[in-house]
């Protein structure tokens, strides 16, 4: 199994960017589909982006589509999650997460997750 540790969030101001980094260890990174997903205070956990084992498949949901970009470097065990044009509506704490085999967007597709990373836009 991986272990997961996200880092980059911070406090940025709308139509600003930020990078977030998800650092695995434990596994064949390869193997695992990853995923971003952020949980706002009161609201359920989403997903914002994910991407196959080997990077060549990606998802983004309508709400961040053109705005966030996944990648991944299985080099260095680490995804990615680029976002520009951030709105104050993007605050949330964002999570990595891993499964093996194909990208999912469901929450409880995903075995294992990171601890998250807080992010706030200001307005």
């Known amino acids: 199994q991986v272990q997961l540790v996200e880092s980059g969030g911070g406090l940025v101001q709308a139509g600003g960017s930020l990078r977030l980094y998800c650092a695995a260890s434990?596994?064949?990174?390869?193997?695992?589909?990853m995923g971003w997903f952020r949980q706002a205070p009161g609201k359920e956990r989403e997903i914002v982006a994910a991407?196959?084992?080997?990077?060549?498949?990606?998802y983004y949901p309508n709400s961040v589509k053109g705005r966030f970009t996944i990648s991944r470097d299985n080099s260095k065990n680490t995804v990615y999650l680029q976002m520009n044009s951030l709105k104050p509506e993007d605050t949330a704490s964002y999570y990595c997460?891993?499964?093996?085999?194909?990208?999912?967007?469901?929450?409880?597709?995903?075995?294992?997750w990171g601890q998250g990373t807080q992010v706030t836009v200001s307005s």
């Open positions: 991407i196959s084992g080997s990077g060549g498949s990606v």
């Open positions: 434990g596994g064949t990174f390869s193997d695992y589909a």
């Open positions: 997460a891993a499964r093996r085999g194909s990208w999912r967007t469901a929450v409880g597709t995903y075995d294992q």
